[in-house]
């Protein structure tokens, strides 16, 4: 299996801090390794001011918020 696209939900929710680092940490070195794209939920706004190029923010199955990082 390679795909070009990886879609999660929230890989790290249930991580402690330093281990939900490592994690993400490892995906985004992955993905800009291998140019692959990441789609993730994620719920902390540090990870996605941290790691992404694109925030979308949902509330009640809507956007209301886009803005590239």
Same mark, same amino acid.
């Given at each position: ?17 330093? @281990? /939900? ?11 800009? %390794? ?5 789609? $993730?939920?994620?719920?902390? @706004? /540090? ?11 949902? %509330? ?5 918020? $886009?803005?590239?990082?």
């Amino acid at each position: 299996m390679n795909p070009e696209v990886y879609l999660l939900d929230e890989p790290s929710s249930a991580l402690d801090k330093e @281990t /939900e680092g490592i994690v993400i940490s490892t995906l985004y070195t992955h993905v800009k %390794e291998t140019n692959k794209t990441l789609i $993730m939920v994620s719920h902390s @706004t /540090e990870v996605a001011d941290d790691y992404s190029d694109c925030i979308i923010k949902m %509330e009640n199955g809507s956007v209301i918020d $886009m803005k590239e990082v």
